[in-house]
């Protein structure tokens, strides 16, 4: 690729700004000068450096997001903040989407990637990714719910779902459970206690996969998943 596109796409601005930085002779490319904006270079076997600092080439960003409510899982939005809104300038050049979607009242774990391969087989139905939520439930929650969750319940568009786990944490008047589900269908969590006759009042994923949600994040927090958490996702989902 061009060391101009390169050097662009890993953070050091536009292409314009790439231009200066080559015109004052910062760039090397195997240890030589470089200043013409339109040279081509390996990006995986060439030593480039930027005022004798080697540049890494990264074509991946995989993130993890504790994702506030009242912010759209998705690229752009007219109306509402986007996920993507609340990245920084690196990570966003890199042009990550989410993985998936939470509802705007949803909160908690969120993959942000661009990394179309990963993110497509997390998402395919005949990989199964397990995902587990915590949610506050308007009512009592009983083993029944868990055992017609197991089954299958019929959603309110006749679909029938898929096995899942219930666990029950607290019951009262208000309940706390976990729920694992191994599918994605359009606010499936809500719609599967609206099955049994109970409304969610609060939701957050948990997990995805063997990825969890990292406790110290802050809503609206993000970071870089390590190199384990991205080896056992690829190789694990
Ligand atoms: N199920 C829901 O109902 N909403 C979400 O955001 C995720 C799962």
Do not use: C, W
């Not at 030593?47 to 993890?64: K, P």
């Not at 197991?150 to 779902?161: A, N």
């Not at 609206?194 to 970071?223: A, F, H, I």
């Amino acid at each position: 690729m061009r060391i101009d596109k390169f050097l662009s796409n890993m953070g050091f601005g536009s292409r314009k700004d790439v231009k200066v930085l080559l015109k004052s002779k910062a760039v090397e490319v195997n240890g030589e000068i470089v200043r013409d904006a339109k040279r081509h270079v390996d990006e995986n076997g060439d030593v480039i450096t930027v005022d004798g600092e080697a540049v890494e080439y990264v074509e991946f960003i995989y993130l993890m997001m504790n994702k506030p409510p009242g912010v759209i899982s998705a690229t752009e939005d007219k109306y509402d903040e986007t996920v993507i809104d609340l990245l920084g300038d690196e990570e966003r050049h890199f042009e990550p989407f989410p993985v998936g979607r939470l509802d705007k009242d949803t909160e908690g774990l969120l993959l942000l990637t661009n990394d179309g391969k990963l993110a497509h087989e997390l998402l395919s139905p005949k990989k199964h990714v397990a995902k587990t939520y915590y949610a506050r439930i308007d009512g009592r929650v009983t083993e029944e719910d868990g055992v017609a969750f197991r089954k299958g319940v019929i959603l309110d568009d006749g679909y029938q779902t898929k096995e899942a786990f219930l666990e029950i944490l607290r019951n009262g008047e208000e309940s706390e459970i976990e729920l694992t589900i191994t599918e994605g269908k359009f606010h499936q969590v809500k719609r599967m206690f609206e099955s049994v006759g109970k409304t969610v009042v609060y939701l957050k994923r948990l997990s995805m996969g063997s990825l969890q949600l990292d406790p110290e994040l802050e809503l609206g927090e993000y970071r870089y998943l390590t190199d384990e958490e991205l080896n056992n996702l690829k190789e694990k989902k």
